[in-house]
């Protein structure tokens, strides 16, 4: 499965951004999700999961109450809502895939990767 993040940008401390992911070759309800980030010089961070039906989703602390993720299997498109933006969550986000059934927080047991998006937040 291929998938293409896109919704990146600038925004002013406090704004808003909708990221998207879109999957082609496959269809994503065989697959749980997840969006990660990576900051320069820092490792890639987990941030969200969702599960296949999209009824369950985990979040990583430092995002917690300001993203939301979710997804549209008819759409093959899954979402993250990033609300009350910060100067910290600068950095380039990617969606990713796994075949595994389990809501994933590792980054190693994703199966495939999108080619991130930018999001930065200026102050």
């Known amino acids: 499965v291929q998938l293409q993040a896109s919704g990146g940008g600038l925004v002013q401390t406090g704004g808003s951004l909708r990221l998207s992911c879109v999957a082609s070759g496959r269809t994503l309800r065989s697959y749980t999700l997840g969006w990660f980030r990576q900051a320069p010089g820092k490792e890639r961070e987990f941030l969200a999961a969702?599960?296949?039906?999209?009824?369950?989703?985990t979040y990583a602390d430092s995002v917690k109450g300001r993203f939301t993720m979710s997804r549209d299997n008819a759409k093959d498109t899954v979402y993250l809502q990033m609300n009350s933006l910060k100067p910290e969550d600068t950095a380039v986000y990617y969606c990713?895939?796994?075949?595994?059934?389990?809501?994933?927080?590792?980054?190693?047991?994703?199966?495939?990767w999108g080619q991130g998006t930018l999001v930065t937040v200026s102050s």
């Open positions: 990713a895939a796994s075949a595994g059934g389990t809501i994933w927080r590792g980054r190693n047991r994703y199966d495939y």
């Open positions: 969702i599960s296949r039906s999209g009824d369950t989703t």
